[in-house]
């Protein structure tokens, strides 16, 4: 139990080793940009190594989904050469407003080509192994991430142009971890919404991953023990600087909590294992099967038959042959 409440609870910058099933920690962090050097709990001297990469709105005035693959790619292998697991990118909040903080780390004002250029570089990601947050899940267009705002908007416009990003890079590029919004939809904290969490990412789009809040330190809407433990069984998994171990004390025995903290553990170990953090199978990875002493007798056996059936044929067309030549000289 206290090994699954420090999984879910402790995320920040990273999710904690697991002793017990030999889940080492893994390292993420932040820059839709690349990785952001500013991050001081994680990288260390492999920050100096890291690459700056242009905006995302850049990439999105491209147009092009090979540049974002690239970008995928390349990140991927800059995360196995300097030990990053996951990244919180890429963004695909939209933009509404030029004067919009963040604006920088999105790509338009566009749902399609914003969730099209996101699952490219997912995809190229995914491939040499780094799993990628896609932020921020949802309706957090205001500038920095807008802390006790109340987002109000028709389930029509959600659907047609906020969710629409998140929606293809899940489908598409096959994004499977998420990080929430720091906002409330309606009256509900992004974190509690079971129907966006579960019906909408679940249900509807086939997710398979996890969903990790945003830095959620001092919201108490967010990291309170109550709001915990209705968000774990909403839909939510992971907690960034989410607070104290001891805040699932009171639900240890709670069937319906200790299972839901159950689920997020298992979702959490399922995108790590084909990660980087535990050396998991990619796109990339080639399956060798190792085969049983009487299986290689077999093959030996094969290759020998082969050996013995290549050298009759030989022989065969070598007499054919010496044949035909001693038959034309005798003629002549």
Request: charged fraction near 20%.
């Amino acid at each position: 139990a206290d090994e699954l409440c420090r999984l879910v609870e402790d995320g920040g910058f990273s999710t904690q080793a697991i002793e017990s099933i030999g889940k080492p920690k893994a390292l993420d962090t932040d820059g839709p940009a690349g990785f952001n050097a500013n991050v001081l709990s994680v990288g260390g001297d492999a920050k100096a190594k890291w690459t700056a990469y242009p905006s995302e709105t850049l990439i999105g005035s491209t147009w092009s989904s090979e540049i974002a693959y690239r970008m995928g790619l390349s990140m991927g292998v800059e995360a196995q050469a300097t030990g990053m697991s996951g990244w919180y990118a890429p963004g695909v909040n939209l933009h509404r407003s030029p004067y919009t903080a963040r604006n920088y780390e999105y790509y338009s004002e566009d749902g399609f080509i914003s969730g099209k250029l996101a699952a490219e570089v997912i995809r190229g990601a995914k491939i040499n192994g780094l799993y990628c947050y896609l932020k921020h899940f949802v309706l957090s267009e205001p500038g920095p991430n807008p802390r006790g705002l109340n987002t109000w908007c028709t389930e029509q416009n959600l659907r047609e142009n906020y969710l629409k990003p998140f929606e293809i890079s899940i489908t598409e590029g096959g994004a499977d971890s998420i990080m929430s919004s720091l906002n409330r939809i309606g009256c509900s904290s992004s974190v509690v919404h079971k129907g966006l969490l579960t019906e909408v990412l679940r249900n509807e789009w086939g997710f398979t991953g996890f969903v990790e809040s945003d830095s959620a330190f001092g919201l108490p809407y967010i990291i309170n023990d109550d709001v915990k433990a209705e968000a774990i069984v909403a839909g939510s998994d992971v907690w960034m600087l989410g607070g104290s171990y001891t805040a699932w004390d009171k639900y240890k025995d709670n069937p319906t909590i200790v299972k839901a903290l159950r689920e997020a553990c298992h979702r959490v170990l399922y995108v790590q294992s084909q990660s980087i953090a535990m050396n998991g199978i990619s796109a990339s990875s080639k399956i060798v099967k190792i085969k049983t002493w009487w299986e290689k007798a077999i093959d030996q056996v094969q290759i020998s038959l082969g050996v013995v059936m290549g050298l009759s044929i030989a022989t065969t067309i070598s007499a054919f042959v010496y044949n035909a030549i001693y038959k034309k000289n005798e003629e002549k």
